[in-house]
């Protein structure tokens, strides 16, 4: 297995190096389990009474944003798998408004979606552990928005870390 290094900001979207720096580990797969580990040790300290938590009304309950990063990292990971494979795909989740639906959250608890974490950031785990430097690096040519593989894993990081600190910041209080 090689070491995944960081990526550099020309594979990746304006917005993503905002992510990148909250990922503080200088190879993805221990900066992956690393965060995993800080995940489950976050949802293991929330009080029951607080999994329905929203800090205003607009907002996701606590059991939403951990779904959300479930969802965004399979996203991610399906995109990174995509651009390893060099399989052109255009696929952008939704954002803000059209995006704040339920997920189900009601009827989950954050036990049951912490399970769910677990299995896909093993996924996610795995599916980088196999790739090579050329897997990695591979861009699309002429796409509006650059990225590779390595860009979207280090994305998956640093989109957990800064939805942990919504968390303890917005949430815990």
Same mark, same amino acid.
């Given at each position: 297995?090689?070491?995944?290094?960081?990526?550099?900001? =020309?594979?990746?979207?304006?917005?993503?190096? *905002?992510?990148?720096?909250?990922?503080?580990?200088?190879?993805?797969?221990?900066?992956?389990?690393? #965060? &995993?580990?800080?995940?489950?040790?976050?949802?293991?300290?929330?009080?029951?009474? $607080?999994?329905?938590? &929203?800090?205003?009304?607009?907002?996701?309950?606590? $059991?939403?944003?951990?779904?959300?990063?479930?969802?965004?990292? $399979? *996203?991610?990971?399906?995109? /990174?798998?995509?651009?390893?494979?060099?399989?052109? %795909?255009?696929? =952008? @989740?939704?954002?803000?408004?059209? *995006? #704040?639906?339920?997920?189900?959250?009601?009827?989950?608890?954050? &036990?049951?979606?912490?399970?769910?974490?677990?299995?896909? $950031?093993?996924?996610?785990?795995?599916?980088?552990?196999?790739?090579?430097? =050329?897997?990695? #690096?591979? &861009?699309?040519?002429?796409?509006?928005?650059?990225?590779? /593989?390595?860009?979207?894993?280090?994305?998956? %990081?640093?989109?957990? @870390?800064?939805?942990?600190?919504?968390?303890?910041?917005? *949430?815990?209080?």
């Amino acid at each position: 297995m090689i070491k995944i290094d960081r990526p550099k900001l =020309e594979d990746a979207p304006s917005w993503y190096p *905002y992510f990148f720096n909250l990922a503080t580990r200088d190879d993805l797969i221990s900066a992956l389990q690393k #965060n &995993k580990e800080d995940i489950i040790e976050l949802i293991n300290s929330i009080p029951v009474e $607080r999994e329905e938590f &929203k800090y205003a009304e607009d907002k996701w309950t606590t $059991r939403q944003v951990f779904i959300h990063l479930a969802d965004d990292e $399979r *996203y991610y990971a399906y995109k /990174a798998f995509c651009f390893s494979r060099q399989v052109d %795909v255009f696929l =952008e @989740v939704p954002q803000g408004k059209d *995006y #704040n639906k339920d997920f189900n959250a009601t009827g989950r608890t954050l &036990k049951d979606i912490a399970e769910e974490l677990i299995c896909v $950031r093993n996924a996610t785990i795995t599916l980088f552990s196999h790739m090579t430097n =050329e897997m990695l #690096n591979f &861009k699309f040519p002429n796409q509006k928005e650059q990225y590779s /593989a390595r860009s979207l894993g280090w994305m998956t %990081v640093g989109h957990a @870390v800064h939805h942990c600190n919504l968390i303890r910041e917005k *949430y815990l209080i």
